[in-house]
């Protein structure tokens, strides 16, 4: 009787002797007998022929290449293996993993399911990937001219032309080294050269950074140079906050015209037919020709007021923006309007911060039948879980207090519904949006802030819960992007 293949040929990066390397061994051999052969890979010099030679003698289906940091955990081949024959284009499939926490418990790191504008700013894959060894083999293997960032270069080249890159919402390796060590230098001209082929391949864009904890600054660069039209709705009013008297749109259209580097733009601003002269007059000399008045004179409706804010623009992209924000950053229209225009793009948010100094906002999160800003109330500057907040990445949807689309999407959407006038609306035309199979982004280089619900009334109604709810509630269920539990402790 002839034995079978092993379904994978694990290739350890270590001269045997490696710390942790008779543990993993341990946790290879404990897999389901027959599944996987395992060979040690000596580091340095000539890694990548080594490596690609034991591919090219193995006859398995999938290859892994891994550090001696950690052990496979029960099972986790069998998971693999059944996910691979459930999903026959599957050609690259990873998993969660942990690592110590406090006290030494473990601590399970949940990831996104694939995101390649995420991947192209973090190796977010993590420590054990599952390559088909025939996709692989015609990637060319390991890439000699990439020493210290071979594994990422694998990454970033193998998901392009994949047929799936699928992600098992289960632990399949256990690290038991807490922290990445540093790129040095050599790995960091590697990583370098790595993401500038992959963006050059990925339709463009340039490396700003590359960073020693593996989180790079990585952009998408805008093609050519198309109308923007920022809508704007308002009640154009004073109101006192803490005693002061403010207009919060008069401080949001200078903001725009004195921060934004982006010229092409018009402001579109839906404003009530109650609205104080002095406001009216203070806009017009602001905003310039750049500025169009649409009288509103219907009870309140945000939806609706945004719906005709956009049937009175002219842009090709229509930027969604409330009336209680200001701009931080120059070029925030140009970050979000670059992943605008990528394939298949519906829609872009930025990172807002309320007035002190917590974010508001980086991505909408649906889960568990709830919806909820991501990173709300964390501090300015923090890196959220597995550096989230750092990082261009694919969400599940974004505030319509500042969401950038292409007007031709808002369109074939429908735009805001009308029965929603307050609240989810923004929530009802993500998951729009993305029901018709359009990806929706965030970026952390677009920074307002975003005095929230300081212009309206902002509590919710039961008709609103209910209306969103009998649409959506089937979809508000898991948070793909951005697992609930990021960071959750192993049971």
């Avoid at 030679?53 to 069998?78: C, H, M, Y």
């Avoid at 998971?79 to 690259?92: H, I, L």
């Avoid at 993401?195 to 050519?224: C, F, K, Q, W, Y």
Wanted: aromatic share 8%; hydrophobic share 40%.
């Amino acid at each position: 009787m002839i034995d079978a293949p092993p379904f994978v040929t694990i290739l350890v990066i270590s001269d045997g002797a490696t710390p942790g390397y008779s543990a993993l061994v341990a946790s290879v051999e404990s897999q389901e007998e027959g599944t996987a052969e395992l060979i040690a890979v000596a580091p340095g010099g000539d890694l990548a022929a080594r490596v690609n030679q034991a591919v090219d003698a193995s006859d398995s289906t999938f290859v892994a290449i891994i550090r001696p940091v950690g052990v496979l955990l029960p099972g986790a081949i069998a998971a693999v293996r059944a996910r691979a024959s459930d999903r026959p284009s599957a050609d690259v499939l990873y998993g969660n993993e942990s690592v110590p926490g406090r006290g030494g418990r473990p601590v399970s790191l949940l990831k996104p399911i694939f995101s390649p504008e995420r991947l192209r700013c973090q190796n977010y894959l993590g420590e054990l990937v599952f390559y088909r060894r025939s996709l692989f083999n015609a990637e060319g293997g390991l890439d000699a001219s990439r020493p210290g960032a071979e594994l990422y270069d694998l990454a970033l080249r193998a998901t392009r032309p994949a047929g799936s890159v699928d992600y098992l919402a289960v632990d399949l390796f256990a690290r038991t080294v807490s922290a990445e060590a540093l790129l040095d230098s050599d790995a960091i001209e590697s990583t370098r050269a790595a993401l500038v082929a992959h963006l050059d391949a990925t339709g463009g864009g340039e490396v700003r950074s590359v960073g020693a904890d593996g989180v790079h600054d990585t952009r998408r660069l805008v093609s050519g140079e198309p109308m923007v039209s920022i809508v704007i709705p308002t009640r154009g009013q004073y109101v006192e906050v803490d005693g002061v008297r403010r207009c919060f749109v008069l401080d949001a259209v200078r903001s725009i015209r004195e921060m934004s580097t982006w010229h092409n733009y018009e402001i579109v601003l839906v404003i009530d037919s109650v609205a104080e002269q002095q406001v009216v007059d203070e806009l017009l000399e602001i905003g310039g020709p750049r500025l169009r008045f649409v009288v509103w004179s219907r009870p309140f409706n945000f939806s609706e007021k945004v719906n005709l804010g956009v049937l009175h623009s002219d842009g090709e992209y229509v930027l969604l923006l409330n009336d209680d924000v200001k701009v931080i950053t120059p070029d925030w229209i140009e970050a979000m309007l670059a992943l605008a225009q990528r394939p298949g793009a519906g829609m872009v948010g930025g990172m807002l911060y309320y007035g002190d100094e917590t974010i508001q906002h980086a991505g909408h999160q649906y889960e568990g039948g709830e919806v909820s800003h991501i990173g709300l109330d964390a501090p300015r500057g923090d890196a959220g879980p597995q550096d989230g907040y750092r990082v261009e990445r694919e969400v599940a949807g974004v505030t319509a207090a500042c969401a950038l689309m292409p007007t031709r999407v808002f369109r074939e959407v429908g735009g805001l519904t009308n029965l929603l006038p307050g609240n989810f609306n923004d929530v009802d035309l993500c998951l729009k949006t993305t029901w018709q199979r359009y990806e929706i982004y965030w970026t952390p280089h677009a920074e307002l802030y975003h005095f929230e619900s300081k212009t309206r009334d902002a509590s919710v109604h039961a008709f609103e819960i209910d209306v969103a709810w009998r649409r959506w509630g089937f979809r508000i269920k898991e948070s793909d992007y951005w697992p609930h539990a990021f960071n959750r402790p192993v049971t």
